[in-house]
């Protein structure tokens, strides 16, 4: 891979920044806990769509315990337009049990903590440590794997963790929240992965991948 210059990488965060100042977090949420809910319930859906079942599951469980106590069919049957929803349900509860009994009810803070609960994996925890706690992180997921890729700063091989480890190398960790942000909406609204809007990218003069 060419080594990517400063330029370049001021260009990108410049360019991303004008299309998109206000990039921010899609998942509605209230408090800490459902705001983990929210990304956990997020993996391979859209923001929207998880917007659509969370009031109707953030009214009935709104503690840790009351997700621990929770039966398993009636968490099902507020998230089944989610896919994996089974998967997902399950997590949720197990997630609620875990905290009530290994965390007094609260949600951890360290990474290591969150990773070790059910259905919680390093994007998820990465999401939440950034949303929540305002602590520099790079969630990976699949708009800023593609966006990356196209722009030349990662390969298409490279794992999630790959990428998050050379974007962070790339950019400096006071911007981290904010990349990530753009990156997403960059990659979900403008550099889509079907039809990228590519004849009016400002990025196009150093995009590896146009599809024109
Ligand atoms: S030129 Fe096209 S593929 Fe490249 S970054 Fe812009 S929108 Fe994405």
């Not at 753009?182 to 599809?211: N, Q």
Request: glycine share 4%.
């Amino acid at each position: 891979m060419a080594k990517i210059t400063k330029e370049v990488i001021d260009v990108i965060y410049k360019e991303i920044s004008t299309l998109f100042p206000e990039a921010h977090c899609e998942l509605n949420y209230d408090s800490d806990l459902h705001l983990l809910m929210a990304i956990m319930l997020s993996a391979q859906t859209t923001d929207a769509s998880v917007n659509r079942v969370t009031p109707a599951l953030f009214a009935q469980y709104r503690t840790t315990s009351d997700l621990a106590h929770g039966k398993l069919e009636d968490i099902e049957s507020i998230i089944k337009y989610l896919g994996l929803y089974k998967n997902k349900a399950r997590n949720l509860k197990a997630m609620g049990l875990m905290i009530l009994n290994i965390y007094d009810g609260k949600i951890p803070k360290t990474q290591e903590e969150l990773e070790s609960l059910p259905g919680v994996g390093r994007k998820t925890a990465n999401v939440f440590l950034s949303e929540w706690h305002k602590i520099p992180r790079i969630a990976v997921d699949t708009h800023v794997k593609r966006v990356s890729h196209r722009l030349g700063l990662a390969l298409e091989s490279d794992s999630p963790e790959k990428v998050e480890a050379k974007l962070m190398k790339l950019f400096p960790e006071e911007i981290w929240i904010e990349l990530h942000h753009k990156l997403i909406f960059f990659g979900r609204y403008f550099c889509k992965a079907k039809k990228p809007e590519c004849k009016k990218c400002p990025l196009l003069p150093i995009c590896k991948k146009p599809i024109l």
